[in-house]
């Protein structure tokens, strides 16, 4: 599957902004979907999970509350809605897939689980 983020920008502190990536080339509703973040000299950082289905999602401590992970399997997308954006939250933010049998119905917080990779956009938060 191929991944596609975008929507990153530089907002104020406080601000909100709403991540997409869309998936093409395999049945988007059989991957299980998260979003990871990274930036500079600093290793990858999970963010937010979503299962294949949708019924299960798993978050960072540090982003819990104000992020919120969802996906339209109909549009093939993935989504995070992060409101009350900190400087902190400033990374490129890659979006990863990785194909799910029906069992396996799960959100997972590990990079190594995930198989497909984005190319990243950048979230860009001001003091």
């Known amino acids: 599957v191929q991944l596609q983020a975008s929507g990153g920008g530089l907002v104020e502190a406080g601000g909100s902004l709403r991540l997409s990536c869309v998936a093409s080339?395999?049945?988007?509703?059989?991957?299980?979907m998260a979003w990871f973040r990274q930036t500079p000299g600093k290793e990858r950082e999970f963010v937010a999970a979503?299962?294949?289905?949708?019924?299960?999602?798993d978050y960072a401590d540090s982003v819990k509350g104000r992020f919120t992970v969802s996906r339209d399997n109909a549009k093939n997308t993935l989504f995070l809605q992060m409101n009350t954006l900190k400087p902190e939250d400033t990374a490129v933010y890659y979006c990863?897939?990785?194909?799910?049998?029906?069992?396996?119905?799960?959100?997972?917080?590990?990079?190594?689980?995930?198989?497909?990779w984005g190319q990243g956009t950048l979230v860009t938060v001001s003091s």
């Open positions: 990863a897939a990785v194909a799910r049998d029906y069992w396996e119905d799960y959100a997972s917080a590990l990079d190594f689980d995930y198989d497909n």
């Open positions: 979503i299962s294949y289905s949708g019924g299960s999602t």
């Open positions: 080339g395999r049945t988007f509703s059989t991957f299980a």
